[in-house]
């Protein structure tokens, strides 16, 4: 089975090479590298075209500038494979990586082979993320019984969100492809991977396989103030819940407790919005996280669909959204800084 590996490449000069280096280095050999330079300014679109030139397996296509979701898109549009794997620019894999998840390929057309990741921290510290289900193989009823239920709506997600780490059918990605919208700015992962997963007929989890390293850059959008960051959400909601109407709308019952499912994910979509306030000017953040919470449709998803939360942080905000004040915004907005400074360094 031939694997196309899609790259969406955006002003990642300093890291593209590694990327790449490890990706011609793989083990299983029948794969194509596919390239989306999405009009960087950097010289990202130049070091992808010097190993077009040197391997022929890698192909560079340079799109148009609207995102890594967009660049997604046309690098699958361009693909030839049998199964993706998506690759960030500024991370890197290990050499047999493909090579052991595609030992697990059935042939099917509605399959994801998952596996785990490292967190690589610019101080040289690591962190090993392990997927907390199972190994092994998930048929239909054991994905909406069993995997749904710790996709989502719960704080340690027991499989990531993220579209990388994982190999797809190529049938399952184009059918799928189109759900993230080109103006996402934070989650547009999920807004493809849980179609997906919904679409799915068929789940493999390896055993602690943490091949994926997860390149921690602390001024990379993730952890940097969006100021669009509580209109994409709702953005998101609105394309998750289409999703599950176009995957469960022939049956009324299951279409209900999966919309129920994920209202509680959008319970944990607020702490991230929270956060995302929290890391922003500090005049004003008080008032924007109030009103936030206060929001007729949020409170009521507060109030309805309690959560579980483990970690210190995210119990005060947690606590904060159930019970908004200016005081506890300020409070958070402290123990943000404190937070965000030790995850830096490990």
């Not at 209202?263 to 004003?284: H, W």
């Not at 919470?293 to 995210?314: D, G, M, T």
Request: hydrophobic share 35%.
């Amino acid at each position: 089975m031939k694997v196309s590996v899609i790259v969406p490449v955006y002003n990642k000069e300093q890291y593209i090479r590694a990327c790449i280096d490890s990706l011609v280095a793989q083990t299983y050999r029948d794969i194509e590298i596919i390239l989306v330079d999405d009009e960087s300014t950097d010289a990202s679109g130049a070091i992808c075209d010097e190993y077009a030139l040197l391997d022929k397996r890698v192909k560079v296509l340079h799109a148009s500038g609207e995102g890594p979701a967009a660049a997604c898109k046309t690098g699958t549009e361009a693909a030839s494979g049998d199964y993706a794997c998506f690759v960030d620019s500024d991370d890197w894999v290990d050499a047999e990586m493909i090579e052991r998840l595609a030992d697990h390929i059935s042939g099917t057309d509605n399959e994801i082979i998952l596996s785990d990741y490292v967190i690589e921290r610019q101080d040289g510290t690591r962190t090993y993320v392990y997927q907390d289900i199972e190994p092994g193989e998930y048929g239909p009823e054991d994905i909406i019984n069993r995997i749904f239920p710790k996709l989502w709506g719960i704080e340690d997600r027991a499989v990531s969100h993220s579209r990388c780490m994982k190999l797809y059918s190529m049938d399952l990605v184009r059918r799928n492809i189109d759900y993230p919208d080109p103006d996402l700015k934070f989650a547009e992962d999920g807004a493809f991977l849980l179609p997906c997963v919904m679409d799915a007929k068929r789940l493999f989890f390896l055993d602690h396989a943490a091949m994926y390293h997860y390149r921690y850059v602390t001024d990379s959008a993730v952890h940097r103030y969006n100021p669009d960051m509580t209109e994409n959400i709702e953005r998101i909601r609105g394309i998750i819940n289409r999703a599950i109407t176009d995957k469960f709308g022939n049956d009324p019952d299951m279409e209900k407790r999966m919309k129920e499912l994920y209202r509680a994910e959008s319970v944990i979509m607020m702490t991230f919005a929270i956060k995302n306030e929290l890391r922003g000017e500090k005049q004003g953040c008080a008032t924007r996280i109030c009103n936030l919470c206060r929001q007729k449709e949020n409170a009521e998803l507060i109030k309805k669909y309690p959560v579980k939360f483990r970690q210190s942080l995210n119990r005060l905000i947690y606590h904060t959204m159930k019970h908004p004040s200016g005081l506890k915004c300020a409070i958070l907005k402290s123990l943000m800084d404190i937070h965000e400074k030790r995850q830096q360094a490990g």
